[in-house]
């Protein structure tokens, strides 16, 4: 069913290496981020496990075939042999990806693609889609779980995307440490647990505010969370401990200066006896104004976050590319790097090296893929971090379940050095050492020679 | 199988009106920004097609209602009689929209929907997502295409999107006047004319530029754009057209300073003979980047537009709501309204009339639904923006044609002020005046006496 939903011109260059017969070169393609965008200190892999799903799953049926053969610029190029390819088509190559929740840097691959050169092209689309779309949304909400340590951050954003892109994103927030969605969907499709509160529009349907809070509690006897700043805050909050007494789990309050009035609200509450009840914040909240609010020591339990995260309002796109490293022709091997500016690009098919010193991470060293492990400094450890997901075609690594990709993600962050895990503007201090092996520098050296040549 | 893509308090809230017994009510909500981006001087209306599609195709199955049953806020309330509630459950209420493609403003609904209180709740987050998602990439994609008024916009983004909503964009940057799309399901499944070019891998995939030229150009003879950056713009030029010859549709370029690069080719094209060879650009660019090359007459025919276009980057989310402005109860009619600072609402049903002389609008009135028309100046006409497009449940409006959404697109841009068609920082002057009708602000005062008593 994703089998056009791509790019046309990668229809058109695996035709085009079809008719070229230049199907037996086996291509190496690498997927990374060339520089972070400004307001990220690291990203968050995310989006792999969906890939190798795509992957796993590509069929051209009849009616994509079909509709191929209308398209003009690709009429010509749509011979029964070709026809018969698409017919035939199978992913059959080798996937190697960083597991999803791993923090990573400028110009580290997320995904390795070995393949006959045309099924290395014709995924690129779809698989770039997935894995910056998710990885946007982790990274953002690495920073939001980062800022909200202590207390609990929930993901409310479905409106303000598109709609099954809000489940991915619930996802990917869950997978770096969110605590639960209010996407249902989200839930079913990837048990996260669901969460929710009442909404002004409850309150606003009932005639007056207690008779919306008393019959709340009695129809959810068991989840009480009132929406308490439809009319005046303080006074929903005093209504709503009387209405729904040791039923009342939360209030939320969606407006305001959030400081002064949770420190009212709680004021309130416990005054009242409900020194349990929790209070919730949300509105336009991001990992700033989180941050303020932690810091200030306002009496709030849960954050709810959503156009900030979901739309991830300060990078709001990742560039990440796919670019072609090497090329196998049966007796021939070429590394291939573009030297554009600005655009450059590291030869040959590379390695993740993350060097620590105990817990914590230090530097990374990117090498080929066929070398071993760094040399390490007194004291150093080192792991790769590009594992094998498939082989010709076939999942080799079981599906990560999203308790072992919050594990990772927790442990990730907790890796990190304090300052990249800060929430100003970057600044020469703020950068991971990423370096290339002394192997990739010398090919790196060679290839600029041949291609100037 | 859209039933759970939606927020859980819709369905939690919607369980508590079935046990409260307030299903007899009818609820008329309404959706609109209440303040345009600080990028945007006008929207444009785009999703309400989706959304009726949404609502025809609205239930709930055994599997949705069984999963609904383990979710613990909820369990409590899925009672034999909520559950045939569900089963049973069909939207069978009004809806009124503005068409697509039509400019609107702060304040002003896009959509309004008079249901069953139940119902009208129900549906809110997911029709805030399409309509917020695609109204987004529509009012970004019109900046667009009056920045490059007299050439080609095409979409290119899908890459930088999530795979769905790639395809909803296509769908709305082609709606309001972009040429075409890369997006092959996009192309598909609306309609859209689906184009592409070479890519930098087919290039680096062969021995030679020459070699990748040449062979293109034998494999699609009657669609050859080759991409011609990869190694030295203007080499790659001339090497396109010694390669295809007559065939040479168009080259794109995909980096550096495009002004310079396409006065360099295109002269390099001309001299060889290939005066009618197009020029395509892409690369980051956006609504300024293209008038500045405009502005400068940079021989560009083609302008590919990804990145700015599908994440709206100055303008990343569009903040929609669905707010319930009036409630009937047999005998009792209420109008509703919230006066919460910054958030405040209109109440009533509304009717947007916009106001024109000649062929340019000139103000909106913002009037109570079940008003006449507007008290006009001489030389003035007006026209309601809300039409019917559903009744009790069922369609009354035929959809659109993309065709049609195109040229009232066109035909609505043209007729807005010039001050609002520039791309600057808004002002006081490029504020489009809405005005409240009489009879509303006479509700207004009202509404607002009965809360403050």
Known sequence: MHALSTDLYQLTMAAGYFHREMTARSATCEMFVRRLPEARRYLIAMGIEAVVRYLLELRFDNEDIAYLKT?????DAMTPGFVDYLHAFRFTGDIDAVPEGTPLFENEPFVRVRAPLIEAQAVETHLLSLINHQSM????????????????????????????????????????GFAATSNVEAGRRHG????????????????????????????????????????DTDRGARRAAHAARERLKGVRIDSGDLD??????????????????????????????????????????????????????????????????ALDDGAEHRDIAKFSMGK?????????????????????????????????????????????????????????????IRARAKQGLASLP???????????????????SPALEALMERVRREVAA
Chains 1, 2 share one sequence.
């Open 260 to 325: 002064q009035s949770s420190r009212s609200v709680r004021a309130i509450l416990d005054e009242m006896g409900r020194t349990e009840t929790r209070i919730v914040v949300s509105g336009d909240l991001n990992e700033h104004s989180i941050a303020a609010l932690r810091k200030a020591k306002a009496p709030i339990d849960t954050f709810g976050i959503g156009t900030e995260l979901v739309a991830s309002v300060d990078a709001p796109a990742l560039g990440g590319v796919y670019k072609l490293v």
């Open 137 to 176: 949304i982790a990274s953002k909400a690495a920073r939001i779980v980062v800022a909200a340590e202590g207390a609990t951050a929930v993901e409310f954003g479905t409106r303000r995307t598109h709609p099954d892109a809000a489940i991915d994103a619930a996802r990917a927030a869950y997978a770096v």
């Open 344 to 404: 450059a690009t590291f030869p040959g098919a590379h390695q993740i090296h993350r060097v620590s010193r105990g817990d914590m991470a230090v530097r990374d060293v990117l090498s080929l893929s066929d070398e071993g492990a760094p040399v390490l400094e007194r004291g150093e450890t080192s792991a790769p971090l590009l594992v094998p997901f498939m082989r010709d075609g076939k999942r080799t690594r079981p599906a990560d379940d999203l308790a072992a």
């Open 71 to 75: 398209v003009p610029s690709l009429a």
């Open 418 to 436: 304090a300052i990249l895990r800060d929430l100003g503007p970057k600044s020469h201090d703020t950068r991971f050492r990423v370096e290339p």
């Open 192 to 231: 996260i647990p669901v969460t929710g509160t009442a909404a002004h529009m409850w309150t606003m349907a009932h005639a007056s505010e207690e008779e919306a809070f008393a019959g709340y509690a009695e129809t959810f006897p068991n989840a009480t969370i009132l929406l308490i700043d439809t009319y």
